[in-house]
C-alpha cells in the first residue's frame, strides 16, 4: 500500500509544484478520516490541490462553492412534494459524496456554514427529521481566505474544532514559481490526472491507519502535548486543546507515519502534525493565528522528547 501512497503524491506533484509538504499533511488527515481547512490568499493553489487529489481517487466528487446567499438545503439537500408520485421525495445535496471540496467556507454565513457540522462531525446528514447516513469514504477539503478578507465570515469554533488540521499553503520560492509557469505555459496538467485508489483501497488504507503502532511514551507525549496548551500564562493561550484535539494528534500522527510507509509512529511524526492539528483549535491572548502557532511550537521546544533507553 506504501507504492500506492507514493503514486497518489507523484501524481499531485505533477500539478502542485513545491507543495510536498502540504500533500503529506493533507493524506496524512484523509488516511485518519478527518477533514482538512486551507487557509492562505486566493490564488495559491487550495482549489487545485484539492482537485488534484480528488483525480487520484476514483470515488464521488462533489464541490460546493459557497457564497453569502447559500441556504443549508442547498449544502445537504431538500424535500420536496412529488405530484406524479403523491409523496415527498428527498433530493440529496452535494454533501452526498466522498470526497466534497467546500470552496471559500468562510464567505457563506454561519447557517450555512453550521450544515456541515454533523455530516462532518458523525457522517449523516438530518433532514425533516430523517437521518441518511452518508457513504464511506467521506472526505471535507475545505478552503477559506484570511478573516481579514473582503466578504468573510470567521468559522466559529465549534466548526474549526471538526477539521482535523488547519493548513497553510505558503509562498513559492522563485525557481518553484518558474516552474509552474514552465509546467502549465503549453497544458493543463490536472486534465491527464488519472485515479489509483478506488474506493475498497481507500476504506483498507483507512483500517490499516488505525493498526499503525503509537508507543506508549509517544501516547504520554501527545497527553502531555495537549496538557501544556491548558497551562495559560501571561502572552499564552487562554484556552488549549479539547480531548478530541488529543484524539486528532493521534490519528494525525498515525496518518502522517503511513505516508512516510512506516507501520509505527514516531515523535518527528508528531512534531510535523502538532500545529495543524493543535493551532487552530486553541484561543490566545491576542487572537490571532500566528500567535497560537508560535505557542504550539514553543510547546514542542518545552516538552521532553521521548527517546529509547539503549
Known amino acids: 500500500m506504501s507504492n500506492i501512497l507514493q503514486t497518489v503524491k507523484d501524481n499531485i506533484a505533477r500539478v502542485m509544484v513545491g507543495r510536498e509538504a502540504v500533500t503529506d499533511l493533507i493524506l496524512a488527515s484523509f488516511l485518519a478520516g478527518g477533514h482538512v481547512l486551507l487557509e492562505d490568499m486566493p490564488g495559491t493553489g487550495k482549489t487545485m490541490l484539492a482537485r488534484s487529489l480528488a483525480r487520484c481517487l476514483d470515488c464521488r466528487f462533489g464541490r460546493i462553492q459557497f457564497t453569502p446567499d447559500l441556504l443549508p438545503s442547498d449544502v445537504t439537500g431538500i424535500s420536496y412534494y412529488d405530484q406524479q408520485q403523491g409523496r415527498f421525495v428527498f433530493r440529496e445535496g452535494p454533501v452526498f459524496t466522498n470526497i466534497l471540496l467546500a470552496d471559500e467556507i468562510n464567505r457563506a454565513t454561519p447557517r450555512t456554514q453550521s450544515a456541515l457540522l454533523e455530516s462532518m462531525a458523525e457522517g449523516q446528514v438530518t433532514v425533516d427529521g430523517e437521518t441518511r447516513r452518508l457513504e464511506e469514504p467521506f472526505f471535507v477539503i475545505a478552503t477559506q481566505n484570511p478573516v481579514e478578507t473582503y466578504g468573510c465570515f470567521p468559522l466559529p469554533e465549534a466548526q474549526l474544532d471538526r477539521f482535523l488540521m488547519k493548513v497553510h499553503m505558503g509562498p513559492l520560492s522563485a525557481g518553484e514559481e518558474k516552474a509552474m509557469l514552465d509546467r502549465f505555459i503549453t497544458e493543463e496538467p490536472l486534465e491527464k490526472l488519472s485515479p489509483v ?43 488549549g486543546v479539547s480531548p478530541r484535539g488529543t484524539l486528532a494528534l493521534l490519528r ?28 487552530h483549535r486553541c484561543i490566545s491572548q491576542d487572537g490571532t493565528p500566528l500567535a497560537r502557532e508560535k505557542e504550539i511550537r514553543a510547546l514542542l521546544t518545552r516538552i521532553p522528547v521521548p527517546t529509547e533507553n539503549w
Open 252 to 279: 494525525a500522527a498515525q496518518g502522517y507515519a503511513m505516508t512516510a510507509g512506516r507501520d509505527f509512529v514516531t515523535p518527528e511524526d508528531i512534531g510535523a502534525v502538532a500545529v495543524p492539528v493543535m493551532a
Open 197 to 239: 485508489l478506488d474506493q475498497e483501497q481507500v476504506r483498507e488504507l483507512r483500517r490499516q491507519c488505525r493498526q499503525i503502532r503509537v508507543h506508549d511514551d509517544l501516547r504520554a507525549y501527545i497527553v502531555a502535548l495537549a496538557q501544556g496548551t491548558r497551562r495559560t500564562g501571561p502572552g499564552g493561550l487562554n484556552e
